[in-house]
């Protein structure tokens, strides 16, 4: 039986502490902090972990130096001391970037107000990162001639973070906690229904792959479906004092643009004076966002999206040949949920791109729901925190919080992992230099779990070849994600367990020819089926047929 299966029959006919409802970075950090204090939980999502909003993002974990902007003082401190917070418990996984801001003769801020911004924004993160730097054009030149300085009049350079790998696997980060902290935990599984009945919620689940029916029961339910929640909470009758209103953004995944070997991220305000990026994904660049306001939380990059953001781009940048369409090998669209004051039309006439980033939790103690609105992914630890205090409150016991449901293993268990893949030459199995070494990717990826994949290799060194060429994947994390990682679709593990659907282009990983030996080991007796739904959802009949 599957790990999934096992988990759904769990879910079954189960009585539960609390059921979580939504695996976003909010559902899957509140499984988390839940279970590793002893909680017994249940975490379903209606779609893949991190398959809706919290694969859409920028992959900064930042304190929101544009919120100064609008004076949100309490929030980007807030957010800054979860950067520190989360820097530290993951030094593998999220690391310390610099942010350089350009400043044209139409940037809103001189550099030296920007400079002031940058020390202020330095002090309010508790001087967590290194120190701001201002840079004249010629010095601005000199650290990334990419930039086109023609109209330049200085930049400012600040610190922050980013996901070294991508969202969804930070979200998925959690939800392996949660399971190892003894969650019952599936994806693919809708709550359909639910009805209070005394002291529970009596809640009929469908598994979404094979359309089977199943009822659980729990004392208490989170609503974390993000962009979904009023829906959800209306389905039920319930009042809140907060609802949610969507801000739509795209991001454009193209060859690496900057040219220095250092990454960094490149900031400049775009022709509506907002900040965008472009963030470094390896050997890709990541040109993003926007902030659209939208009534659906139901999103795809458009023509005019794509045109808008190339052509600030190329406007800003001293590129060869400016950028096409034809040079963007992936594209993500999605819809941030932002939290406003239900009832109060406070919002309607408001600026969209200033409307708050914070987060809010509701109780509803007659209920027993807990509702998380809005949020960040940089803001996952307070989430956590914060959803088990109002569960506690709820009077479900739990125990003292060891902060040990999130964070990287030990520095002795990691510096153990270094030294047997020192030992069996693992780093010498890469067959591309400009890649990073192996021990560093299995590490940050797996963390504990990298001791299996050692061990995999060591008994059967085919298990350490890369099965689909230019994306490097071992075979030995194929069955690894087969058996521990719930991949029902190739989706979910070419865009959102691994992050190949976002580096490498359609067309290569339809035509590589380890494709088809990805879905065997996946889906073993599945495979046709599973890498039929895969192609057709490229828009191609089968992989043989291009
Ligand atoms: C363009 C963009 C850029 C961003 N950049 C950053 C950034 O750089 N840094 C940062 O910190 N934050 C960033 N954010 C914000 C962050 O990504 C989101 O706030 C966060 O991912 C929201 O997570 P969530 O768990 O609330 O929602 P989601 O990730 O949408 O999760 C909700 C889940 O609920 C599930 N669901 C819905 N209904 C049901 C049901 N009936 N039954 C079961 N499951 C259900 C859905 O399938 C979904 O997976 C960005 C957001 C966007 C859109």
Redesign the pocket.
Known sequence: MTLRRANIARIDGGLFDVLV????????VSAASLAGRGASVAL???????????????????GGFKYLENYELPLVFG?SRSRNRLMKAYPDNIKEISFLATLDRTAPYRPWFAAVGAAAYWGIGLFGTHRPHVFGVEQLEEVEPVINTSTARGAVQYQDA?LVDN?SRF?FSFVRSAIEAGAAVANY????SAERVGDRWVCR?RDTDSGEEVTTSARVVVN??????D??NSSWGLQTRHRIVY?????LVVPRLTTTRHDRVLAFFDDTQRLFYVIPMGQRSVI????TRIET?FTHVTDEDREFLLGQINARLDLPRPLTADDVIAE??????LVVRAGGGDHEDADWTSLS?R?EIERDTDRGVVT?F???????LNVGEEVADHVQALGIPLEKDLRNWYGEPAKATRKEFYRQARLMRLDALRTRPEVEPLSDRLWRRYGRRAFDLLEMVRADPTMGQDVMGSTDYLRAELYTAAEQEMVVTLDDFMRRRSKIDLVVSDRDILDSPGLREVAEILFGADAEARLAAYVESKGRTSVDNP
Do not use: M
């Open positions: 409802v939504g695996a976003g970075i909010n559902g899957a379903i999502d209606r779609g893949d972990f991190g398959g809706f909003t919290s694969q859409e993002s920028s992959n900064l974990v930042w957010l980013y969202d979200v599984v809708e709550l359909v689940l974390a479906v993000g962009p979904f929640v829906e959800l801000s739509k953004g795209i991001h993003g966002t926007t902030d939380p993500r669209s999605g819809v941030r949920p980033r987060h998380v809005g949020g960040k992914l940089t803001d996952c």
